[in-house]
């Protein structure tokens, strides 16, 4: 089933949606006809998204947003999971915000763009199992953002005729748990153990990459917080006077993993990088996250974007 969920997806979304561009509040649209065929959510319930139509200089432009939630490893969990996530209990409308809001004083790069916001329902990134469009977006934030890295060569491979693509993951990169001697390491590890096994994803990940490393190392995430399940990071998330001192170090530690983590991937020449400390965790369907933002060289995230899409540029 591998890439069968989101090809499904993508493939009935370009083919049925017709609607009216520019709305305010979008309508949910459910893939019926993708039950039959095994795309379906954790619950059975069908695969949905929110499209507004593109049009003018956008008509033939997409911007793909993988929503994000976490993910879930075992039944007990998935049920509870799923619970919130089912396409059959979610609201039917929702507001284009940001990256994806229809007005051109908002989001002036993407305004006129065919803008989709794809609902995540199966509780492992999209890794259940996406055609002629260009310039094209595949973007997704926390488990999306993820989904989004994972899937960014399947995306191209599916839209061949496309002159130009790109993948932006928001929030999407975990620093591998492969540092042992950081503070639960056992805990991240039989976590996402856990998760691997229960969705069955080992068989999804890139040959070209489970031949180099465990599993476990790929499909894997670093959350400072994850370890201390009986601490409180509430208050030191909020204000660092509230910090002790593990926590302080905790973060130190994070901070020079994470660090060796994004200088491997810079090495790359077609990957642009925006880092920065603010406690914030996605930001492409955030206020304070998206326009304005924190700053890089002076600008914000929803400007980097445009001229890294757009302009061709990258910063790093």
């Known amino acids: 089933m591998a890439d069968h969920w989101i090809k499904l997806l993508v493939l009935s979304l370009v083919m049925i949606i017709q609607v009216v561009h520019g709305s305010e509040n979008i309508t949910i649209t459910l893939l019926e006809s993708a039950v039959s065929k095994g795309a379906v959510c954790l619950d059975g319930s069908p695969p949905a998204y929110f499209y507004d139509k593109g049009y003018g200089e956008g008509a033939d432009n997409w911007v793909v947003y993988l929503e994000g939630g976490g993910w879930c490893a075992n039944t007990d969990f998935c049920h509870e999971w799923i619970s919130t996530k089912s396409t059959f209990k979610r609201e039917k409308k929702m507001q284009f915000r940001h ?10 790069d993407f305004y006129n763009w065919n803008r989709v916001f794809v609902a995540y ?15 094209a977006i595949l973007s997704g934030g926390s488990a999306g953002g993820m989904a989004t890295i994972y899937h960014c060569d ?5 839209i061949p005729g496309a ?31 856990k998760l691997i096994a229960f969705h069955g994803t080992d068989k999804l990940l ?44 905790s973060m130190k530690e994070f901070r020079a993993e994470f660090l060796k983590t994004l200088q ?36 914000t995230i929803a400007k980097v974007i445009e001229i890294g899409i757009l302009i061709e540029a990258f910063f790093k």
């Not at 329902?121 to 260009?134: K, N, R």
């Not at 399947?154 to 599916?158: P, V």
């Not at 670093?222 to 302080?248: A, H, K, M, R, V």
């Open 206 to 249: 890139p040959k070209s990459c489970t031949s180099k490393m465990s599993v476990n190392l790929i499909y894997t995430g670093l959350d400072p917080g994850l370890p201390y399940s009986e601490t409180t990071w509430y208050g030191c998330g909020n204000d660092l006077d509230f910090c002790t001192c593990p926590q302080i170090q």
């Open 99 to 108: 990256i994806l809001a229809p007005k051109q004083t908002i989001n002036p």
């Open 154 to 158: 399947g995306f191209r491979a599916l």
């Open 264 to 299: 491997a991937i810079a090495k790359s020449s077609s990957i642009g990088m925006f880092v920065h400390s603010c406690h914030i965790h996605g930001h492409f369907l955030n206020f304070h996250g998206w326009d304005p933002s924190p700053l890089l060289q002076n600008k």
């Open 121 to 135: 329902c199966d509780g492992s990134s999209f890794m259940g199992d996406v055609e002629e469009v260009t310039p």
């Open 163 to 193: 002159t130009r693509y790109k993948c932006i993951a928001d929030s999407g990169i975990f620093t591998p748990a492969d540092k042992k001697d950081l503070i639960g390491y056992e805990k991240r590890v039989h976590r996402f153990d």
